[in-house]
């Protein structure tokens, strides 16, 4: 069974440090992961996802199989990163659902 | 159209009452979701429409609800005697083939049971 585990409901940071924002998963195949990201009053949308090992935003995400993770780093939080983030698992191919984690609040302050 | 269109944006309803939202996905767009989130809390997947194949209804809490979807076209989704607790946003998406494909998402629809 597909599943996506945020240990973190809330990761409250300073401008300026670092962030991580957990994300563990569980599927037996090859997987498919991502990062969406929904700003206040605005609507859920893609960040990255693994495949593409791109940065988005000055945020990075490694896939670990080893570990069975996919941590969404950035080096120097920004106010304006504060947000919902939510991890999202697929298997490869398409026609498979996205299963999603719960979402981890980051809060930013100045 | 330019993305996921949901209505209504607001619904506010009295307890018992049915009601009947509605998702238009990107055209071209195989695959569409719903997923249901409550105050504060995460996303709860409910439905999955994949093509013409039989929808995934495993996130479903209960009968009350029930989704259909015409083709690759408009999706509604139904409440039936609907409870306190079935305020939330609910939340529609669709992607290109499912899976792996990007999500587009709709701005949702607030609904709320008095």
């Known amino acids: 069974a597909q599943r996506v585990t945020q240990p973190e409901k809330l990761l409250s940071v300073f401008k300026g440090a670092p962030v991580e924002l957990k994300c563990n998963y569980s599927y037996s195949g090859s997987p498919e992961l991502f990062w969406y990201v929904q700003y206040s009053r605005q609507r859920l949308q893609l960040l990255l996802r693994?495949?593409s090992r791109e940065s988005i935003k000055g945020f990075t995400a490694d896939l670990n199989k080893g570990e069975t993770s996919f941590h969404l780093k950035k080096p120097f939080a920004q106010e304006e990163d504060s947000a919902m983030y939510y991890c999202?698992?697929?298997?490869?191919?398409?026609?498979?659902?996205?299963?999603f984690g719960t979402g981890t609040r980051l809060l930013v302050s100045p | 159209g330019a993305g996921v269109s949901q209505s209504p944006s607001n619904k506010v309803t009295e307890k018992g009452k049915d009601v009947e939202l509605r998702c238009d996905p990107i055209?071209?767009?195989?695959?569409l979701y719903w997923y249901r989130q409550r105050l504060g809390q995460g996303l709860e997947f409910l439905i999955y429409?994949?093509?013409?194949?039989?929808?995934?209804k495993s996130g479903l809490p209960s009968d009350r609800f029930s989704a259909e979807r015409t083709g690759e076209s408009v999706s509604t989704l139904t409440i039936q005697r609907t409870q306190q607790e079935d305020s939330a946003v609910y939340l529609c998406?669709?992607?290109?083939?499912?899976?792996?494909?990007?999500?587009?998402f709709g701005d949702g629809t607030r609904l709320s049971i008095l």
């Open positions: 055209s071209g767009h195989t695959a």
């Open positions: 999202a698992l697929s298997g490869m191919g398409g026609f498979q659902k996205l299963v």
């Open positions: 693994h495949i």
């Open positions: 998406a669709s992607s290109l083939t499912g899976g792996n494909q990007p999500q587009h």
């Open positions: 429409f994949q093509g013409n194949s039989a929808p995934d």
